[in-house]
């Protein structure tokens, strides 16, 4: 549905010149929840308003719907956009800002009357359809505004942040909605967001951005399991890092030798190759606490409880900190205390060797 490739924008020029994207390359299918995740300033808002063709590009291709729309005004491609600054039409009551994409389509009154009334009722807002949009809440407004993006079923929609105004029971809410209305209506979706469990639990595909550039592209699963960065691991979730030695690598299969001595099977960025040090990156929950003589030995820091489960801290033998995560039983007594010597293990399979 949208093919990118080599995108590069630079802002202004001589000194003053900015890029916000280097080189981005990416395909979005068809019917796709598409997310853009990265921290502030790593240009997620610069993509999608460059798909939506609020920005011109500075080099590089792209194809929405198999037509190259570059030098196509935004008001002609095939796209919809819910602004991260949801601007609404002030004059105009709830109902008509939801309807203006209808209207603007010449779509039969009627028609246009069922799809506001279905569209108010997804984003809950049918008891204020006929209140003045410059009279209701932020978060209100927020709803509105994704309201009436769908309201058209344009092919793609471009979503910058759009539930960052609502409390968080709303917000779960609307995540389960959007993504029932997404694979429902077979829009293609490319959301926008900077909060990673936003991004894991609604994806198909999450592109992970910083300074520009995408990182990874993978399913929630593969980006969580996977980072090949460690900017990636680092920026999804909470991750141990280890340094490590690489004895050798067959495809996606690496053995390290860690800094106890002892080796381990462990999954490899790919393009990863040769030998020397490398980082080994390993999830506190795909951990284990076990007694010493353990994978690597060590001293155990801090206990930290957090209800549905408690966090180990192990500085390791060598200096390194190191966290296991364990779920919390009912009624299970702690067989550790702070000062043990401890071990730390995990699995084959389950560290990751980092491309850098
Ligand atoms: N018109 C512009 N002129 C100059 N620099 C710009 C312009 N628009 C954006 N930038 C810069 O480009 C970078 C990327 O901006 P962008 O709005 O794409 O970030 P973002 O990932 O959406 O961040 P946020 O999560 O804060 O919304 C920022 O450093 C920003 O200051
Ligand atoms: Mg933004």
Redesign the pocket.
């Known amino acids: 549905m949208i093919e990118i490739q080599n995108l590069t924008k630079t802002?202004?020029t001589g000194a003053e010149a900015?890029t916000?994207l280097s080189e981005v390359s990416v395909t979005i299918r068809q019917n796709e929840f598409f997310t853009l995740l990265?921290?502030?300033?790593?240009?997620?808002?610069?993509?999608l308003r460059t798909i939506a063709g609020f920005v011109d590009p500075t080099s590089g291709t792209m194809t929405l719907d198999g037509a190259d729309v570059l030098a196509s005004p935004p008001y002609v491609r095939p796209v919809n956009t819910v602004f991260?600054n949801y601007a609404l039409f002030p004059h105009m009551t709830v109902a008509e800002n939801i309807g203006f994409g209808l209207e603007m389509q010449d779509r039969p009154k009627a028609e246009i009357k069922q799809t506001v009334g279905e569209m108010l009722e997804l984003v809950q807002m049918t008891p204020l359809a006929n209140r003045a949009t410059s009279e209701i809440s932020g978060g209100q407004q927020q709803r509105v505004a994704l309201a009436r993006a769908l309201a058209p079923r344009p092919k793609v929609l471009l979503l910058?942040?759009p539930l960052s105004a609502l409390d968080f029971k709303l917000r779960k809410e609307m995540q389960i909605e959007l993504k029932r209305l997404q694979s429902e209506t077979g829009i293609t979706f490319v959301f926008?967001t900077?909060d990673q469990e936003e991004a894991l639990t609604m994806s198909d595909r999450i592109a992970v951005?910083n300074e520009?550039q995408i990182l990874q592209i993978g399913g929630p699963k593969e980006i969580y399991d996977h980072p090949a960065e460690r900017f990636v691991a680092d920026f999804i979730g909470e991750t141990n890092f280890l340094e490590a030695e690489l004895v050798s690598v067959d495809g996606e299969v690496a053995e390290t030798r860690l800094p106890s001595g002892k080796t381990i099977s462990t999954r490899a960025a790919s393009g990863r190759a040769g030998a020397g040090k490398v980082t080994v990156a390993v999830r506190p929950e795909h951990a284990l606490l076990e007694p010493p003589g353990a994978l690597i030995d060590g001293k155990l820091e801090n206990i930290v409880y957090f209800g549905t489960d408690t966090h180990y801290h192990v500085m390791l033998d060598g200096g390194a900190r190191f966290v296991v995560r364990r779920q919390n039983q009912p009624d299970a007594v702690e067989a550790y205390t702070i000062g043990d010597a401890v071990g730390v293990s995990f699995n084959p399979g389950v560290g990751q060797v980092l491309r850098d």
């Open positions: 802002f202004g900015f916000a990265g921290p502030s300033g790593c240009g997620k808002t610069t993509l991260q910058d942040e926008v900077h951005m520009g």
